[in-house]
């Protein structure tokens, strides 16, 4: 029973430190930049450029970048995928768009970067974007003779697509707020204006905090803060508001939306605001994040007005979806890792993946196969394996995986491009994403970064060659 108790301790506390602090000033606007592109860009300037004749300077570019707008898993992917595919566009950017969008979709990469920091959010999308690339250009390599025969019409993804202004203005201005909020650079967390509030009982509640939910830095536990509460609490008034302020905005503006925006405003300032309690009290920080992050609010406001009054009811409710999508899976993951921390000694991480070799890459991608999680839900699993002594490289093997494949993810792909090809690109994505860490851990390790790029350079190049060689043996046949 004291077991159970602890491993449900665990989980709370994960969460409760998860919901003060990650999904404030890097998820929030980020959840509102992904529905803003879901609903205000025009679908012809995503799809024109994926046909089979676009130059391929275009389509893969084109692919990767329409991926990135989107925060779906390799399930919630599929069916947008069969859809680009059915209607013309080439097998080698389809499987680009494929890999990319869980990869590294704006979510996965704000994410990343404040849970696992810039280095390994710059390597992600990096290696994603590279490798995604060459995967899809190999799979249209392998299978260009089946691939000439479907190929249809490529006037399917004809069309303007231009995108107006004002909507570049507009996911410009979200981008900021996002940057913001997470960049951490000397110009937004200089301080600006510090004050003390005498509160007595402040250093009281903050210690009953820390033994409810205790910081542990070798299990990546960090603990909960006074000013955590009442971002939670925030959050709950947000969600509760939300629901039909929100979720009822296809019918209108009714009279939840403007208290769950203006909710969602004031959370985002508060958590811009350094809060910490003292022995005397409580220290106030205001710093140019907490200037930043509610004038760039406050900008949005006349550019809404730009906007057709049915543009902003659908980019809320989009918003609102992937809130709904996303959200509650990110919760129970978030509690799951709490427990299974509990469990996990960092002596067995730091045995089978504390150094970066091949086994230790391999077996970060096969547990991303097989131990498949919710998209982002895998950041705060890898984090909780890089503060056990994971090695970065079989980590970013593992964050190059997890969001790929799953059992499910395999078995749809083979329905839509036949067993062939599906097992092919999973083979294809197994072998990058240990290559993508066994090179990163190498030049973690001290490797010169041009020695690993004419090593991987090469053994791509001899792959290509060689697959090259079996299809024109096989097509001979």
């Given at each position: 029973?004291?077991?159970?108790?602890?491993?449900?301790?665990?989980?709370v506390a994960?969460?409760?430190s998860y919901?003060?602090a990650?999904?404030?000033?890097c998820?929030v606007?980020?959840f509102f930049?992904?529905g803003a592109?879901?609903a205000l860009?025009?679908?012809a300037?995503?799809?024109r450029y994926?046909?089979?004749?676009?130059?391929?300077?275009v389509?893969?570019?084109a692919?990767?970048?329409?991926?990135?707008?989107?925060?779906?898993?390799?399930?919630?992917?599929?069916?947008?995928?069969?859809?680009i595919?059915?209607?013309?566009?080439?097998?080698?950017p389809?499987?680009?768009?494929?890999?990319?969008?869980?990869?590294?979709?704006?979510l996965?990469?704000?994410?990343?970067?404040?849970a696992?920091?810039?280095?390994i959010a710059?390597?992600?999308?990096?290696l994603?974007?590279?490798f995604?690339?060459?995967?899809?250009?190999i799979?249209?390599?392998?299978?260009?003779?089946s691939?000439?025969?479907?190929?249809?019409?490529a006037?399917?993804?004809a069309?303007?697509?231009?995108v107006?202004?004002?909507?570049l203005?507009?996911?410009?201005?979200?981008v900021?707020?996002?940057?913001a909020g997470t960049?951490?650079?000397?110009l937004?967390s200089a301080t600006?204006?510090?004050?003390?509030?005498?509160?007595?009982?402040a250093?009281?509640?903050?210690?009953l905090l820390?033994?409810w939910?205790?910081?542990?830095?070798?299990?990546?536990a960090?603990?909960l803060?006074?000013?955590g509460?009442?971002?939670?609490?925030l959050?709950?008034l947000?969600?509760?508001?939300?629901?039909?302020g929100?979720?009822l905005?296809d019918?209108g503006v009714n009279r939840l939306?403007?208290?769950?925006?203006?909710?969602?405003?004031?959370t985002?300032?508060f958590?811009?605001?350094?809060?910490?309690?003292t022995?005397a009290?409580i220290?106030?920080?205001v710093?140019?994040?907490?200037?930043?992050v509610?004038?760039l609010?406050?900008?949005?406001l006349?550019?809404v007005r730009?906007?057709?009054a049915?543009?902003?009811?659908?980019w809320?409710?989009?918003?609102?979806?992937?809130?709904?999508?996303?959200f509650p899976?990110?919760?129970?993951?978030?509690?799951?890792?709490?427990?299974i921390?509990?469990?996990?000694q960092?002596?067995?991480?730091?045995?089978?993946?504390?150094s970066?070799?091949?086994?230790?890459?391999?077996a970060?991608v096969v547990?991303?196969?097989?131990?498949?999680?919710?998209?982002?839900?895998?950041v705060?699993?890898?984090?909780?394996?890089?503060s056990?002594?994971?090695?970065p490289?079989p980590?970013?093997?593992?964050?190059?995986a997890?969001?790929?494949?799953?059992?499910?993810?395999i078995?749809?792909t083979?329905?839509?491009?036949?067993?062939?090809?599906a097992?092919?690109y999973v083979?294809?994505?197994?072998?990058f994403?240990t290559?993508a860490?066994?090179?990163?851990?190498?030049w973690v390790?001290?490797?010169?970064a041009?020695?690993?790029?004419?090593?991987?350079?090469?053994?791509?190049t001899?792959?290509?060659v060689?697959?090259?060689?079996?299809?024109?043996?096989?097509?001979?046949?």
């Amino acid at each position: 029973m004291d077991l159970v108790t602890v491993a449900l301790q665990g989980g709370v506390a994960s969460l409760a430190s998860y919901l003060a602090a990650h999904v404030l000033l890097c998820l929030v606007p980020a959840f509102f930049i992904a529905g803003a592109l879901s609903a205000l860009m025009p679908q012809a300037s995503i799809t024109r450029y994926l046909g089979p004749d676009a130059p391929r300077w275009v389509a893969y570019p084109a692919a990767a970048g329409a991926g990135s707008l989107l925060a779906v898993c390799s399930c919630t992917v599929q069916p947008l995928f069969a859809g680009i595919y059915s209607k013309g566009a080439g097998l080698g950017p389809a499987i680009t768009f494929l890999f990319f969008a869980p990869a590294a979709n704006i979510l996965a990469l704000s994410y990343t970067g404040v849970a696992l920091g810039a280095e390994i959010a710059i390597a992600r999308i990096v290696l994603a974007l590279s490798f995604g690339i060459g995967i899809g250009m190999i799979m249209a390599m392998i299978f260009r003779r089946s691939e000439a025969a479907r190929q249809g019409d490529a006037r399917a993804f004809a069309g303007d697509g231009r995108v107006p202004p004002r909507t570049l203005l507009f996911l410009g201005t979200l981008v900021a707020l996002l940057i913001a909020g997470t960049l951490k650079v000397d110009l937004l967390s200089a301080t600006l204006w510090q004050h003390s509030i005498a509160w007595p009982e402040a250093a009281s509640a903050q210690a009953l905090l820390d033994r409810w939910v205790p910081a542990n830095a070798a299990t990546g536990a960090e603990g909960l803060s006074l000013q955590g509460v009442a971002l939670i609490a925030l959050l709950g008034l947000i969600g509760a508001a939300a629901w039909r302020g929100l979720g009822l905005i296809d019918n209108g503006v009714n009279r939840l939306t403007v208290p769950a925006l203006a909710l969602t405003v004031l959370t985002l300032a508060f958590a811009a605001l350094g809060l910490r309690a003292t022995v005397a009290g409580i220290d106030l920080t205001v710093s140019g994040r907490t200037l930043a992050v509610p004038l760039l609010c406050a900008a949005l406001l006349p550019q809404v007005r730009r906007f057709e009054a049915w543009d902003m009811q659908q980019w809320l409710w989009e918003t609102w979806r992937f809130v709904r999508m996303i959200f509650p899976l990110l919760v129970v993951g978030v509690f799951l890792v709490g427990v299974i921390r509990v469990f996990i000694q960092p002596e067995w991480i730091r045995a089978v993946a504390g150094s970066n070799t091949v086994a230790a890459n391999l077996a970060g991608v096969v547990f991303g196969v097989f131990m498949y999680f919710p998209t982002l839900v895998e950041v705060p699993i890898a984090k909780m394996f890089l503060s056990l002594g994971m090695h970065p490289g079989p980590l970013i093997a593992y964050l190059m995986a997890d969001p790929e494949l799953s059992l499910q993810s395999i078995l749809i792909t083979s329905a839509i491009i036949g067993k062939l090809k599906a097992w092919t690109y999973v083979a294809l994505v197994a072998l990058f994403s240990t290559l993508a860490g066994l090179a990163y851990g190498a030049w973690v390790d001290g490797t010169p970064a041009l020695t690993l790029i004419l090593v991987v350079g090469g053994f791509v190049t001899t792959l290509v060659v060689a697959l090259n060689f079996i299809e024109s043996r096989r097509a001979s046949c």
